[in-house]
């Protein structure tokens, strides 16, 4: 397969983190977009990494280090998530306003 | 097929060996000690490591090679920015102390914390691979994550975390995208190449050498995300949403430390990649970075004009300054490398100050931050305020401080690459600028303390002021005799190359 669709799934997948980055309220959600943006890239490595056959092994390691680090990206954001729930039982983004501009 | 083992040589990495070492002994001895006790070992060891770090860090000096299978540069550049950023660390330990101390919550995780956020930060000054570059950037992202919310019982203070968080976390998927598709244009996220005959060695420095004109498109597209990713981190506009809630819902230490430090490593892998990797593309990035540069100091310097908290405003201060040290960059030459770097080096250490005098005002729980809080502090703390006074200044950039000379040598390597009228904008926004810093100054002497306040000064320890009255020192002497550190910076700042 040509590795053009998997640049075009990339981009799909990458475009609908953005917008629910953009668009979600609750924060759970927002996090999960986010990794949707992180495993869009991750096709990426791997599909370039595919496309370069035995000289792609650096590819696939990164996407190995980024599954790693977006676990433990994770780990802090729920943890912040919690923290905020146990304060104000809600965690809606548009209601963390005590600061403004 | 045998196994290749790379050649493992732990000089590049020992000044960030030393930290990880130290917090996890920092971790463990809080654990056997337990609850109670005046706690004085947590930054007694923090201080340690962190000695212990910059000797490592100054016996790498003049070397020049890459280490760790290509992944760490050693070289002056990284070797500067790490005994910078440990000094910064140092300053900010010492002032954690005295506000954690008096705000009850002095745990060992913070000082934990705090020193793996360096050793990232120190692995992004010498990165020489993207891998690296995103790793250390994730490494001291998370542990400052939780260091924003430290203040647990805090309103502000964990609503900053998590828009820090969030912003932090959508930001760095625009460095991972950028870097994927350096993968795909060149094949490989080495910045040099491999010195390893053979065996794929190409990195983005020679793929571009090498490579027709015409294939680049992807790599500049990458550029552009790079850019974006990073900064995210330094605060450039558009990209500084986050900047003033974190900044304001921080504990005011970490603040100052995030302005510091922060700062200095995401600039650092910004500077390694477009001066030295990605120059020979300038003509592709300048415009990018142009007008991040134009709208960042304009909007930094516009915007704190109207702030009424004092960390904010200073938040949006350091917004402006992000802008200053880009004009350095775009120069591009050696005098804005070592310009930078200068700058970097010196606002951290007047911000740095500048927080601290904050954190001793603010009483417990950061109470009184609003720029309306400080009135008439001159006649009930002159001292305090003669310091605050300085540093104020100092970022203002007024002659006889460190801040002007740092202004004059990053415009000056602007004039010299012939984008003088970038510097016209920068000194029209540093006037905007100076009018906010006199604000400031005005409110502390010339208006009556508020009836009944409570006293400005209570309860804080001896290490605090000995934070204020360094950077003051700072300030003052690098402002009046800079030549020794601008000559050290200019020694210091040459990149890895395969030839020297």
Redesign the interface.
Known sequence: MPVAYFLVLSALLFSIGVYGVLARQHAVLVLLSVELMLNAANINLVAFSAMLGEAGVPGQVFALFVIAVAAAEVGVGLAIVILIYRNRRSVDIDEMSLMKW | MGLNTPEIELLGIAPEIALVVGALFILIVDAIIGEGGNKWHLWILSTIALGVSIFLAVQAWGSNELQMGDMIAVDGFAAFVKITLAVFALLTVWLSRSYLHRDGIEESEFYGLLLFAVAGMMLMASAADL?MV??AL?TFS?AL??LV?FR??S??G??????Y??LG??SS?FL??G???V??AI???QMYGSSAAGA?AQGIATALVSLPAGEFTLLVIATGLLVVGLGFKVAAVPFHMWT??AY??APSPVTGFMAAATKLAGFAALIRLLDAILFPLRGDWRPLVIGIAVLTMVVGSV?AV??EDLK?LLAYSSIAHAGFVFTGIIASNDRGVSGSLFYLATYGITVLGAFAVIAVLGGRDERRTTVDDFRGLFYESPLLAGALTLFLLSLAGVPATVGFVGKLVVFGAAVEAGYSWLVVVGVLASAVAAFFYLKVLVVMYMQERQEGAEPATSGYGGLATGVIGLAALATVALGLYWSPLIDFAERATFFFSAGG
Not at chain 2, 158 to 163: I, P, T
Request: charged share 15%; hydrophobic share 45%.
């Open positions: 891998i995103f790793l994730e998370l994550y939780v919310g647990r019982t309103l502000t964990q609503e900053s975390a998590m828009k968080f969030l976390a959508f998927t991972l995208l870097i994927a598709f993968y795909g094949g490989s996220t794929g003033p809630d304001q819902g915007l109207v702030q904010r």
